[in-house]
């Protein structure tokens, strides 16, 4: 199955991303894990603008629509005991509704709280995080809210991080 990854943006700005440079970062940052996966906190982060109802608001789409250049770069806390009903989404390049309908495809949850009682993972985060994957310019995120997420990621004391892009 091939992934259209421009099918939700206006068509006029297909063939501009197409033709962007990608560069890689060397070397590419790495941390190796400090200890056993079975003891480790772990927290699960999504680019798929995943939002709890009511918690935080939405990300801000709006504003996307009118300045097509900017993806908002907040993030969402989502914690480890949500239940799929207060999910929301708010991402313009993906297929929202299949995360509707199982949260899990896109941030595991319920899945690594079941590795945790298997004993597989330590345990998962109280605090899971969600961003706007779509940022064509990343200089904010990487300034502010790039370091708040770690920051808030090292006060729990999170040993190891899944990254679910989407």
């Not at 991303?17 to 590419?28: A, G, N």
Request: no cysteine; net charge negative.
């Amino acid at each position: 199955m091939s992934v259209d990854s421009f099918k939700y943006l206006p068509r006029s700005l297909t063939g501009y991303f197409k033709s962007q440079p990608i560069t890689r970062q060397e070397p590419v940052p790495w941390t190796p894990l400090a200890k056993p996966l079975n003891e480790s906190k772990v927290a699960l982060v999504t680019t798929a603008g995943i939002y709890v109802k009511g918690a935080e608001p939405p990300f801000d789409a709006e504003r996307e629509k009118r300045e097509p250049m900017w993806g908002d770069p907040t993030f969402r806390r989502i914690p480890r005991d949500v239940e799929q009903g207060q999910i929301g989404t708010s991402h313009l390049h993906i297929n929202n509704r299949d995360i509707q309908l199982d949260m899990n495809i896109q941030l595991p949850v319920h899945r690594f709280l079941e590795l945790e009682t298997e004993g597989r993972i330590g345990s998962l985060a109280e605090t899971n995080l969600s961003f706007m994957g779509y940022q064509p310019n990343t200089t904010e995120w990487r300034e502010k809210y790039g370091p708040e997420a770690a920051s808030l990621m090292k006060e729990e004391e999170v040993d190891a991080i899944l990254l679910t892009p989407a």
